[in-house]
């Protein structure tokens, strides 16, 4: 009988490195990818980015599975990521990155999809010492006890630093095929790419938003300032430039045509500001503002589109009203904008 595993499938080197020394080994593998909505490359793609060479971003996953020629499942967890992300067990990580928490709630779907389809034992590209927080030899045996999966998850690029697994006891897998890396070096797995023929594009650490400083102090500044979060939040920290102003508000501009498009889809929900003539950016207010600040954003709306004097419309409440904006002072723009200042504080936020 052919023994099956599902594999925890990022698209990366690592997890298609771990995929392909099992099917060398005969083992027939079914990627599992989880979307979680925080994935950078995805988010780029979603917005229809460009790379600088001018082609289309592509989900790493799917581009991966089709080069192994594994079938691959996509499951979407977004929702019940949400809570997970605001109420980690075991916290966060440098920025707002509950690695654990992620790591033990994916391998427990992992864990639900292996038993319901009747695979054998889950495999995942991660490299003993490679990541602090989650990737240590105790967090390892951690993560397995909690997911529920001990003796069950066969880590191929580091198995013969770690202990046998039930699949290496059961002889459904050779431990001496499988490899001792360890920490945070590439270079064996680069070379294995090589000899493999792997294509790989995403750089050491992965492509999740909630590992950037600037997006885990926009998260803390919100909360901070806020008192919540929501969950289009997440989404929306990820999107534009942010400015506090002094009522309290919060406006995000869009960087680009997809990032407009993105934010034009919340119009109905929320007010919003952009140029009469409807030529760069488009602006989403969140919470209430005041009319005193009518020419504060108008102005902000003019220095990111084209950097010119224009007539600005804003959607209040619901009642429009045009503005004639001159351009706001870089100063001035600086001095509201959320972003991670040189020398702020862990966790500080400025309004």
Not at 23 to 43: M, N, R, S
Not at 76 to 93: M, T
Not at 103 to 112: G, H, P, S, T, V
Request: charged share 30%; hydrophobic share 40%.
């Amino acid at each position: 009988m052919k023994i099956r595993a599902v594999a925890l499938f990022s698209g990366g080197l690592d997890s298609a490195l771990a995929v392909r020394l099992l099917q060398d080994q005969g083992v027939e593998i079914k990627a599992l990818h989880f979307y979680t909505g925080f994935c950078i490359t995805e988010h780029k793609r979603r917005l229809g980015l460009k790379r600088e060479d001018g082609s289309l971003y592509v989900n790493p996953a799917l581009k991966a599975a089709a080069l192994l020629q594994v079938p691959l499942e996509i499951l979407d967890i977004s929702e019940e990521y949400f809570n997970l992300i605001l109420n980690p067990k075991y916290g966060y990580g440098k920025n707002v990155n509950p690695c654990l928490d992620c790591r033990i709630f994916m391998l427990k779907k992992a864990k639900e999809f292996m038993e319901k389809e009747g695979y054998a034992f889950v495999v995942t590209g991660e490299v003993l010492g490679q990541r602090p927080m989650s990737q240590t030899f105790d967090r390892l045996m951690l993560i397995e006890k909690e997911a529920g999966l001990s003796g069950y998850i066969l880590r191929p690029l580091s198995a013969k630093l770690l202990p046998q697994t039930i699949p290496e006891k059961l002889g459904w897998v050779n431990r001496d095929q499988l490899l001792d890396i360890w920490g945070r070096s590439r270079k064996k797995q680069l070379k294995l790419a090589k000899e493999y023929g792997l294509e790989h594009e995403q750089p050491a650490g992965g492509c999740c938003y909630l590992t950037d400083e600037n997006y885990a102090h926009r998260f803390r500044e919100v909360i901070r300032v806020e008192g919540s979060i929501a969950r289009e939040d997440l989404v929306l920290l990820a999107v534009g430039r942010h400015f506090r102003l002094p009522s309290g508000a919060r406006l995000i501009l869009a960087r680009n045509e997809g990032e407009v498009r993105f934010l034009q889809g919340f119009r109905h929900r929320y007010d919003y500001a952009c140029r009469k003539d409807g030529k760069g950016t488009f602006g989403l207010l969140k919470g209430r503002l005041s009319e005193e600040e009518f020419n504060l954003v108008a102005g902000l709306v003019a220095r990111y589109s084209k950097n010119q004097p224009c007539e600005v419309l804003l959607s209040i409440g619901g009642r429009e009203t045009v503005v004639w904006a001159d351009t706001l002072s870089e100063e001035l723009a600086d001095s509201i904008k959320i972003y991670k200042r040189k020398g702020d504080k862990h966790g500080s936020g400025k309004s």
